[in-house]
C-alpha cells in the first residue's frame, strides 16, 4: 500500500526531529528543510502529499511560502505547525492554502489525527485555539483588513527584520531600491509606527519572524 509521502518545513532543528519520530512509524518522509525558499523548491520537486510547516521561519516565511506554492498549483495539503494562537494568523493560515492548524504545544496528541483529517479533504483546527476564534474564521476570511499587510510588504517587512538594509531587500526581491522604501514606508504609515525598530517588533508580535537573539541560540 502507498504511503503518504511528508515534507517537514521548520528551522527548528530539534522539533523537526521529533516530528519525525512521531511519523515515520505510519508516513513517509521524503526531507526536512528548515526555510521558506527552500519549501518551494524541494515541494516542487520531490511532490509530498502533505507539507508540515512553520509559519516563523528565516529567507521567507511560512505563509508566503504556501501562498507561492498555492499559486503555482502544487496540490499537496498544507498542515501549519506553530507557537502562535493567534486569529489573524489562523485566518491567513487558510486564505492562503493551508487545510489545517496545529500548535506545536499539542502536536504529539493531534498530529497524525490532523493529517489523515486532511488527506480526507477536510480542514482541522486545533481544540486548543479559543471557540470564539474559530466560529469567526469564516467571516475573517471574506474580510482583506484583518490582514494589515500584502505578501510583498511581509517579504520587504521580513528581510528588514532580518537586518538587510533596502539596498539588500530590492536585489533579493528583484525590485528596485525606491520601490522597497516606498513599502516599508507605507507599512509605517499604515501601521501607525514611527521607526524601523517599532516596525520589527510588530513583524515578531505578529509571528512572522522571531527575535534575532533567539534565533542565535536555537540548535
Not at 519549501?39 to 516565511?61: C, G, K, Q, T
Not at 466560529?135 to 482583506?144: I, N, P, Y
Not at 504609515?189 to 522571531?210: C, H, N, P, Q
Amino acid at each position: 500500500m502507498k504511503r503518504t509521502k511528508i515534507l517537514i518545513a521548520d528551522d527548528h532543528k530539534m522539533f523537526a526531529q521529533g516530528l519525525q519520530g512521531l511519523l515515520e512509524d505510519e508516513f513517509l518522509l521524503v526531507g526536512t528543510v528548515g526555510d521558506g525558499q527552500a519549501l518551494i523548491d524541494e515541494a516542487e520537486r520531490l511532490r509530498p502529499d502533505v507539507v508540515l510547516v512553520d509559519i516563523s521561519m528565516p529567507v521567507l516565511n511560512g505563509l508566503d511560502a504556501v501562498r507561492r506554492l498555492t499559486e503555482k498549483g502544487n496540490g499537496a495539503k498544507v498542515i501549519f505547525l506553530t507557537m502562535h494562537a493567534d486569529d489573524r494568523l489562523l485566518a491567513e493560515a487558510f486564505r492562503c492554502g493551508g487545510s489545517g492548524y496545529v500548535l506545536k504545544q499539542s502536536a504529539g496528541d493531534e498530529l497524525i489525527s490532523a493529517i489523515k483529517q486532511v488527506l480526507a479533504g477536510e480542514k482541522y483546527v486545533t481544540p486548543l485555539i479559543a471557540t470564539e476564534w474559530v466560529q469567526d474564521l469564516s467571516a475573517q476570511l471574506g474580510d482583506k483588513k484583518k490582514v494589515t499587510l500584502t505578501p510583498r510588504q511581509r517579504e520587504v517587512l521580513q528581510l528588514v527584520t532580518e537586518g538587510c538594509t533596502m539596498k539588500e531587500v530590492a536585489t533579493r526581491l528583484g525590485i528596485s531600491t525606491r520601490t522597497a522604501e516606498s513599502h516599508k514606508y507605507e507599512m509605517m504609515e499604515g501601521l501607525g509606527v514611527e521607526s524601523t525598530a517599532e516596525l520589527i517588533r510588530y513583524a515578531i508580535k505578529l509571528g512572522l519572524t522571531e527575535p534575532q537573539v533567539e534565533s542565535s541560540n536555537r540548535s
